[in-house]
């Protein structure tokens, strides 16, 4: 695994840290979230089995870490591209939120995480890296709520916590026309 620098705050200060560091430290550090649409439905992807947490589990579109000095819009572009075979979906930012979870392993996600939406045109499919996502759905709102309410152990800790406490940030979106 190549060592990627991401911004994490280390006694106060932002400071460039070894992802995997951040993780195992349960450093607060800066990330992004994309949750794309279509005729309604959100795009969510399963993890690939070989990521080094949370693998195989369901989480929203795109998640991750902007590299040291990257602005988050221009991370979540680029990593709808990377994961997904997306582009040219505008964003739109949607606030930023703080959340800490376990997510296995004794690593910890304590995250800053600026969120984003958008719109992919009709008929867009995605084309997944298989070295970062292993399936992809459209679900509607309502049976992806339900779902992680009956089968929670399929999704990743901060799609719960972005659905209990910031489902108006997101979904409120889907199918607004």
């Known amino acids: 695994m190549t060592e ?25 550090h800066q990330a992004i979230s994309v949750f794309v649409m279509r005729d309604g439905k959100v795009l969510m992807q399963r993890r690939a089995l070989g990521k080094y947490h949370t693998p195989g589990l369901w989480a929203n579109t795109c998640c991750t870490h902007p590299h ?6 221009t991370c979540a572009l680029r990593r709808l591209g990377e994961e997904l075979g997306l ?3 505008p964003l739109t930012p949607r606030g930023t939120v703080e959340y800490r979870a376990d997510v296995g392993g004794g690593l910890i996600e304590h995250e800053v995480v600026d969120l984003f939406i958008g719109e992919a045109p009709a008929g867009m499919e995605p084309n997944p890296n298989a070295d970062e996502v292993c399936d992809t759905a459209w679900m509607a709102p309502d049976d992806l709520t339900r779902d ?3 089968q929670p ?25």
Do not use: C, F, M, N
Request: hydrophobic share 40%; glycine share 8%; net charge negative.
């Open 153 to 177: 152990d399929r999704y990743v800790p901060w799609l719960k916590i972005y659905l209990r406490d910031h489902a108006d940030r997101i979904l409120d979106t889907v199918g607004a026309s």
């Open 68 to 73: 040291w000095g990257e602005p988050s819009e």
């Open 87 to 89: 582009s040219g979906i």
């Open 4 to 28: 990627t620098l991401i911004p994490a705050w280390v006694d106060g200060e932002l400071t460039p840290v070894e992802k995997l560091e951040v993780h195992q430290r349960g450093l607060r």
């Open 148 to 150: 992680v309410a009956e």
